[in-house]
T-cell receptor, first 113, second 115 residues
């Protein structure tokens, strides 16, 4: 049972345009959501997070939106840059359950110059 | 650089052997989490320690065990290795374990290859 899903395994975007990565979850106990960026043979790098009491969080070019009723979150990258090309993982946690992360399967983003 | 260190970076061993993976958390972090990334299972939580005590277990095999030492570094022990144990093993750390939403910061990982 996949509690966190990223339905798009890959996404290709032109440099300068917006990249939108999507994530769906099923467990209502999740109250904290995170996006990580990962290059091959490296550890996941934290990008941005959002608490379940918010619906938007912004940090520079990165914005995460949370729709609790739909159990859906998205990461917007504007403008996209070639250096953004990597695999992006959505993750969720529940503080009552010890904060371990449940990850989606990842979306490979390719930003073309 | 997340501040989390893991050694070794690469490990090649044979089936049936035993290996130990080491993790040092960020300075000040008391909680350590271990994750496995395999091709078919993605990133999965294995086990969590907080200030020396085991706090939660995920999809960890009985052949695997871990501990956290007084200096807060952690070791993941994998025994009776099988080909299917070949994967990337990541350690992550955060300040606490529960009661507050916290971000986990990941180390660079150890790539284990079982031949």
């Amino acid at each position: 049972d996949q509690q966190v899903k990223q339905n798009s395994p890959s996404l290709s975007v032109q440099e300068g345009r917006i990249s939108i990565l999507n994530c769906d979850y099923t467990n209502s106990m999740f109250d904290y959501f995170l996006w990580y960026k990962k290059y091959p043979a490296e550890g996941p790098t934290f990008l941005i997070s959002i608490s379940s009491i918010k619906d938007k969080n912004e940090d520079g070019r990165f914005t995460v939106f949370l729709n609790k009723s739909a159990k859906h979150l998205s990461l917007h990258i504007v403008p996209s840059q070639p250096g953004d090309s990597a695999v992006y993982f959505c993750a969720a946690s529940a503080w009552r359950a010890g904060n371990m992360l449940t990850f989606g399967g990842g979306t490979r983003l390719m930003v073309k110059p | 650089d997340s501040g989390v260190t893991q050694t070794p970076k690469h490990l090649i061993t044979a089936t049936g052997q035993r290996v130990t993976l080491r993790c040092s958390p960020r300075s000040g972090d008391l909680s350590v989490y271990w994750y496995q990334q395999s091709l078919d299972q993605g990133l999965q939580f294995l086990i969590q320690y907080y200030n020396g005590e085991e706090r939660a277990k995920g999809n960890i095999l009985e052949r695997f065990s871990a501990q956290q030492f007084p200096d807060l570094h952690s070791e993941l022990n994998l025994s009776s290795l099988e080909l299917g144990d070949s994967a990337l093993y990541f350690c992550a750390s955060s300040t606490r374990t529960s009661g507050i939403q916290e971000t986990q910061y990941f180390g660079p990982g150890t790539r284990l290859l079982v031949l």
